[in-house]
């Protein structure tokens, strides 16, 4: 089983400038041990002092955010898209 | 007119540090948003009641409070909208002291969006941007499609598909490109904020974000001024992003510490619907985080389901003494009637939330009545007919002869005929 983790251009500096990645993460605390081996630096970029992701990331699974999908607790499925953005709106 | 502020760059509020000037929208190390910061000492002194009320009857007259690059002078008379006496409105809420912040006529395309598109696109400009975007659930595409076309920028506007029809052509007749995109708001600024990463593009609530929300603090300077250089007891806000009502907060904070306007606090009320409700939900549950939702709301320009301002909005309404609530659409479209029949303005449905939660505030007692209390109405209610369509019917043509004009008012009163008398008779 195999994701594909997208990231913005912003993480791209910790990552050697890889903006795509495969992980075989099986949920997102996977996902974020993944990244905590593969990439360290972007490991302590994404999460705050407490070690959890910091609130400003938004997690999408395909086009949904994971939060819809339940989260931690979501189980990824093969091929399953997975994109780390910053939260940016518009709106008043 | 010299319209450039003396000093601003951006900084990031969560961890303090600063950008200088570009084309950024987060903190590349902690990713919180970032805002612009001035030297306010700088223009103590210099920044003066009577200098800016000698100046032009636009935001411009703010300039030195805004982030407006060196040498460019905008001259687009936007906003400085009336805010005007509600004593209509107010018998029928219980309101002794009500205002309304009139941005439905706001220049050039009637919301106040108007106010933040004119300071993203001077920076737009600075910054060499060719094309500008932006993500819109509507007034902000017709307001980018409307400046680009005069600043001879060329415009991409990505919009949810199920957008209202004028809204649409609002923003099709200025010669932007307008793309519909299958999907609700949220998905639309993800789109975005791809896009942005991938083109050199300036979009305006993306990477101008931090220059674009400060146009909104004009509505805040625009309110203390009209109101006799004092601040409201309480201000009522309409929330999608949760960036309007901080900013109005921090324009009333510069104001004070310029010694403009006397301190005193100032109790802030956030307005949404409930079919769109995060911020609304976060105040009244005291939650600290945003939980997402699936926006499902007539008032679409405020349905943004995951807004990015949330938390901060959300703990800044707290902290002031204030609280948000949520109306349902069938209180939107009575308050958008409401609104149109005491005091002749026709707000679109973000303004029926506004006007229904102000009601609301009132009837349950968080605003008192003889409270200064000012209510922003941020857009026209030309750009969302559709949400009255069935409310009035269209009667049958009359023709036109004076008995025939009688016989239809009866008919409308349901009064019965008179008894013919000569005219003239005693």
Redesign the interface.
């Known amino acids: 089983m195999s994701i594909k983790v997208t990231l913005?251009?912003?993480f791209t500096?910790h990552t050697d400038g890889r903006k795509q990645f495969d992980s075989a993460a099986l949920n997102l605390p996977g996902l974020l041990a993944d990244i905590d081996q593969t990439f360290p630096a972007l490991s302590t970029?994404?999460k705050d002092d407490e070690g959890k992701l910091?609130?400003?990331?938004?997690i999408?699974v395909n086009?949904e955010?994971i939060?819809?999908l339940g989260g931690e607790t979501y189980a990824f499925q093969d091929g399953d898209e997975v994109?780390l953005?910053?939260?940016?709106?518009?709106?008043? | 007119m010299n319209y450039s502020c003396n000093w601003y760059e951006l900084k990031c509020n969560e961890c303090g540090k600063r950008f200088g000037n570009q084309p950024l929208?987060?903190c590349?190390?902690?990713?919180?948003?970032l805002e612009v910061a001035y030297d306010l000492e700088a223009v103590r002194g210099t920044f003066t009641r009577e200098k800016i009320e000698a100046g032009p009857a636009n935001i411009w007259r703010y300039a030195a409070l805004l982030p407006i690059p060196e040498g460019r002078q905008p001259d687009l008379p936007v906003g400085f909208t009336p805010l005007v006496r509600a004593k209509n409105l107010g018998r029928r809420i219980g309101a002794n002291n009500l205002y309304i912040k009139n941005d439905a006529v706001c220049f050039p395309t009637l919301s106040?969006?108007d106010r933040v598109v004119a300071v993203a696109l001077a920076n737009a400009q600075a910054f060499g941007f060719e094309t500008v975007g932006?993500?819109?659930?509507g007034n902000?595409a017709n307001s980018v499609a409307a400046q680009s076309a005069r600043l001879g920028l060329k415009a991409c506007i990505l919009v949810p598909a199920d957008l209202e029809p004028a809204k649409i052509l609002n923003t099709l007749v200025y010669g932007a490109r307008l793309v519909r995109i299958d999907?609700n708001?949220?998905?639309v600024?993800?789109l975005c904020?791809?896009i942005a990463?991938?083109y050199n593009w300036g979009f305006?609530?993306?990477n101008l974000?931090p220059y674009y929300a400060e146009g909104?603090k004009s509505v805040g300077y625009e309110i203390a001024e009209q109101l006799g250089w004092r601040l409201p007891d309480n201000v009522v806000?309409?929330?999608?992003?949760?960036?309007?009502v901080r900013k109005i907060r921090k324009a009333f904070n510069e104001l004070i510490y310029l010694g403009l306007v006397e301190a005193k606090p100032v109790r802030f009320f956030g307005a949404q619907a409930t079919g769109c409700s995060p911020i609304s939900v976060a105040v009244k549950t005291g939650a600290d985080?945003i939980?997402?939702q699936?926006p499902n709301t007539i008032a679409r320009?405020?349905a943004?389901g995951?807004?990015?301002?949330g938390?901060a909005a959300a703990k800044m309404i707290r902290d002031s003494g204030g609280w948000a609530e949520d109306v349902s659409d069938v209180e939107i479209v009575s308050g958008i009637q409401e609104l149109a029949e005491t005091e002749g303005i026709f707000t679109e449905t973000?303004g029926g939330v506004t006007t229904a939660v102000t009601a609301r505030l009132y009837a349950d007692g968080r605003i008192l009545p003889d409270q200064i209390t000012v209510t922003c109405i941020?857009g026209n209610g030309l750009k969302t007919t559709d949400a009255l369509t069935g409310r009035y019917q269209q009667d049958r043509a009359v023709r036109p002869r004076l008995a025939d004009f009688d016989a239809y008012l009866r008919e409308l009163d349901g009064v019965a005929e008179p008894e013919l008398t000569a005219a003239g008779a005693n």
């Open positions: 913005p251009t912003a500096r970029q994404i910091r609130r400003f990331i938004n999408y086009d955010d939060r819809f994109m953005i910053p939260s940016i709106a518009g709106g008043c | 929208s987060a590349p190390d902690c990713l919180a948003p106040f969006k932006c993500s819109s659930t902000l999907g708001y949220d998905h600024n993800r904020t791809q990463d991938e305006v609530n993306v974000r909104s806000v309409p929330m999608a992003g949760g960036s309007l985080d939980e997402p699936r320009s405020l943004i995951n807004p990015a301002d938390p973000a941020t």
